[in-house]
Structures are given as C-alpha cells and as structure tokens.
C-alpha cells in the first residue's frame, strides 16, 4: 500500500514546511490551502520536482464546515487511503476579553476545534492501521496570553483532543499527537513591529523565531515514530524559561 499524507493547511509557513517533509520521506500528498492558490501551485510544483511524489492541492477553508465535505469527497474520487493526517491551519481573533462577539469566539472555536474533529469523523474509514494523526497546537494553548483569549483557548482545547482523540483511534492501530509550535517565522507575523519581536524574542531561551523546518521535524517525528500516542510537544526555543 503505497504511503500517502493529507496536510491541511500545507502550502505556506509551517505547513508547506510539513508538505516539504512528508513528501520527503516518501509520501504522496493532498494539501489543503484556504484561499492563495498561487502560493498553493508554487509549492506543489516546487515538492513535486524536488521529491517526485504526487502532489494535489486542494482550496478548502477550515472556518466553513463545508469543507469537511469537499475533502471527504476528493479523497472518495480517488479512493485515496491515508498513512499521516496532519492539520496546521488554525485562525486567531485578536480581539480582547472586553470587545470580543460571539461570532468572533465561534469563528476560531470553529476553525481550531470544531473542523479537525469532523474532518476526523469523516475520513477516519480512511486512515490506514498503523497510521497516524498530527495536531497543532501552540505555546499560546499552554502559556495564557494578554490578547487573543479565543486563539489560547481553543489551541488548549487542541492538545485535549489529542489525549481524548488517543481513546478514539487506539482501537484502529492509529496514533493521535499535538505539536505545540512557540514562535515561528511565517506570514503569522508579518504585521508585527521590530520592537515587539524583540520583546517576544526576550521570553525565548534561544532568543529567537524558529524556522519552519525545525517546527516541521517535530511534525515527522510525530507521524513516524510508533511509539508516540496523545502527547503534546512543545517546540519553542525555551519560551518563559528565560
Ligand atoms: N507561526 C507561528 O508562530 C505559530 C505558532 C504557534 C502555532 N501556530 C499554528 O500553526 C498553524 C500554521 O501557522 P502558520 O503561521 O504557518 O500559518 P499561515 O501562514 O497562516 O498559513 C499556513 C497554511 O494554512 C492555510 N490556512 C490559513 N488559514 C486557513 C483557513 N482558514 N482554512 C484553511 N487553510 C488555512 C494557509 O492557506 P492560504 O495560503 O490559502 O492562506 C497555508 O497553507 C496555525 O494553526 C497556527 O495557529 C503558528
């Protein structure tokens, strides 16, 4: 049975370092993107030259549930069973305690909770015994933040479903992880200040954002390593340990 990856948000920042990676070790993959299909089409082009794998891309927004159902349906059109699941895209309100409205709250409750766990319902006739599954999380989820009250909760919420997820897929041979990124050097960050990067860069031990690829070989070592069931792994730098 040949080795095929669906990634969801695969194609820019963190995911299309996970894309890179998964098709590096073998994988044909199915990457999901919400909205740039130009970065989508580079990337593809870009994994299938470098690894020869198949690449699909595929627009599916994870703020609409109606998502679940295109993917559950171009996974159908090629009978395509998978070995790694792993869903990156996530979404923030950075809208405060005081001012945040309910749809603001359900926005991310949906796209962070909500959707991994009906793509999951979903597709999970077709994940592969021995496969695995791959969630994102974030040191937000771990560490409370001033701002965005609706992203820290809900990416806490993310490392629960993975445990609970580990009782859900234990009985089909399938292991259930989290990857908790700190701060990493994506478009995330495009809109912030010299100055408020170094203050963030001040809480790291290592003093720095990581690099996509670093954060991706965490994501591999979850998909491949068989022994790594319902854990949530911190990757960044040493945040508040300085
Ligand atoms: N960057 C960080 O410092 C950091 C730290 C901790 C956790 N995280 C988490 O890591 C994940 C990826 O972060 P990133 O910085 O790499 O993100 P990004 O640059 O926003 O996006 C990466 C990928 O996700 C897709 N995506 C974004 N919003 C989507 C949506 N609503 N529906 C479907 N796909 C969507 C993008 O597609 P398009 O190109 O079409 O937009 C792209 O393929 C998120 O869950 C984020 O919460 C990031």
Not at 27 to 41: C, G, N, P, Q
Not at 128 to 136: E, F, I, P
Not at 193 to 207: C, D, V, W, Y
Not at 226 to 231: D, E, V
């Amino acid at each position: 049975m040949g080795r095929h990856a669906l990634v969801v948000g695969g194609t820019r920042g963190i995911g299309a370092a996970v894309s890179r990676a998964l098709a590096a070790s073998g994988r044909d993959l199915v990457v999901t993107f919400a909205s740039d299909e130009e970065s989508a089409t580079r990337i593809g082009e870009d994994i299938r030259r470098s690894s020869g794998r198949t690449v699909h891309t595929l627009r599916a927004d994870v703020a609409d549930l109606a998502s679940v159902g295109l993917i559950e349906e171009f996974l159908a059109k090629d009978d395509i069973s998978l070995d790694a699941v792993v869903i990156v895209a996530g979404v923030t309100s950075r809208q405060a305690f005081g001012s945040i409205q309910t749809d603001d709250w359900n926005a991310v409750l949906t796209a962070n909770v909500t959707f991994p766990v009906m793509l999951l319902q979903a597709i999970a006739d077709r994940i592969q015994a021995g496969g695995a599954v791959v969630l994102t999380g974030s040191s937000m989820g771990i560490h409370p933040h001033s701002v965005s009250l609706a992203y820290g909760v809900t990416k806490a919420a993310v490392h629960a479903l993975a445990g609970n997820l580990v009782k859900v897929f234990a009985p089909r041979g399938i292991r259930v992880n989290a990857i908790a990124p700190g701060f990493v050097e994506t478009d995330w960050h495009a809109t912030k200040t010299e100055e408020h990067r170094r203050s963030i860069e001040g809480k790291i031990a290592l003093g720095r954002f990581a690099d996509p690829d670093e954060i991706a070989a965490a994501y591999l070592m979850a998909v491949d390593n068989p022994y790594l069931n319902g854990a949530v792994i911190p990757i960044d730098g040493g945040y508040s340990y300085r």
